[in-house]
């Protein structure tokens, strides 16, 4: 599976961005999505999580602004980020578990820079 994440640009404190995460075909299940964001000299970090049943999860630097989604028809994740913030810029990856043969795929990542 091949993930093409984009979406990503420069955009004012305030505003919003929609990302998004193609995969190249149908995902198996169980599975679990999820977006990661890398700032300039810091550790990845988990952003919000998916999964095949629709749970999601979300760290508490983005509750309340960010919001997680999936269309399964279209084998595509999304993240819908508004009210964005300064610390909220870096590299945002996408990430596809399969549980069935613990698959692991993640895409190339995609720039959000948040600035006046």
């Known amino acids: 599976v091949q993930l093409q994440a984009s979406g990503g640009g420069l955009v004012q404190p305030g505003g919003s961005l929609t990302l998004s995460c193609a995969a190249s075909?149908?995902?198996?299940?169980?599975?679990?999505m999820r977006w990661y964001r890398q700032a300039p000299g810091a550790q990845r970090e988990m952003v919000a999580g998916i999964t095949s049943g629709g749970s999601t999860r979300y760290a508490d630097s983005v509750k309340g602004r960010f919001t997680i989604s999936r269309d399964s028809a279209k084998n595509t994740l999304y993240l819908q980020m508004d009210s964005l913030k300064s610390e909220d810029t870096g590299v945002y990856y996408c990430n596809f578990y399969i549980y069935g043969g613990a698959r692991d795929y993640w895409g190339q990542g995609t720039q959000v820079t948040v600035s006046s």
């Open positions: 075909e149908t995902v198996s299940s169980p599975n679990r």
